[in-house]
């Protein structure tokens, strides 16, 4: 039963990952022209929040129980992907507040680390599936 409610955790927060890595750009494309930077960007703002916790959740379950021992290269992987999700959604908080003159560098950074979490999180699919 703790694999089923891990695993489904697991497909369900990179299911929402992918959602919320290409909602930028599909607000960028459907947006009006005044600001399209903000406009239809709530969601976004939303789960990429929702992603860190369940993703949390996913480690902490196998973990707390004493079962995680298995793949622990993707566990590293993952782990230190869960740190750089806690720094994304940091950085995508200060984004938000930014002034112009800091939007783009902020910009770049949250998309290179947005890179690197999409890099890890496949790693340890990869790694870490079920033979």
Same mark, same amino acid.
């Given at each position: $039963?703790?694999?089923?409610?891990?695993? !489904?955790? &697991?497909?369900? /927060? /990179?299911?929402?990952?992918?959602?919320?890595?290409?909602?930028?750009?599909?607000?960028?494309?459907? *947006?009006?022209?005044?600001?399209?930077q903000r406009q239809g960007m709530a969601l976004h703002f939303w789960i990429g929040p929702i =992603?860190?916790?369940?993703?949390?959740?996913?480690?902490?379950?196998p973990m707390a129980a004493g079962v995680a021992r298995q793949g622990l290269a993707g566990i590293?992987?993952?782990?230190? /992907? +869960? +740190? $750089? $999700?806690?720094?994304?959604? *940091? +950085?995508? +908080?200060?984004?938000? !507040? /930014? &002034?112009?003159?800091?939007?783009? !560098?902020?910009?770049?950074?949250?998309?290179?680390?947005?890179?690197?979490?999409? *890099?890890?999180?496949?790693?340890?699919? =990869?790694?870490?599936? =079920?033979?």
């Open positions: $039963m703790l694999f089923l409610w891990t695993a !489904s955790l &697991g497909w369900l /927060a /990179a299911l929402l990952l992918a959602a919320t890595v290409g909602i930028p750009y599909i607000a960028r494309v459907t *947006a009006p022209v005044p600001n399209p =992603v860190l916790i369940m993703a949390f959740v996913h480690a902490w379950l590293w992987l993952a782990t230190f /992907a +869960l +740190l $750089m $999700m806690v720094w994304q959604v *940091a +950085l995508g +908080l200060r984004l938000r !507040s /930014a &002034g112009p003159t800091q939007q783009r !560098s902020r910009r770049k950074l949250h998309f290179w680390t947005m890179g690197i979490i999409v *890099a890890l999180v496949l790693a340890h699919i =990869v790694i870490n599936r =079920v033979p």
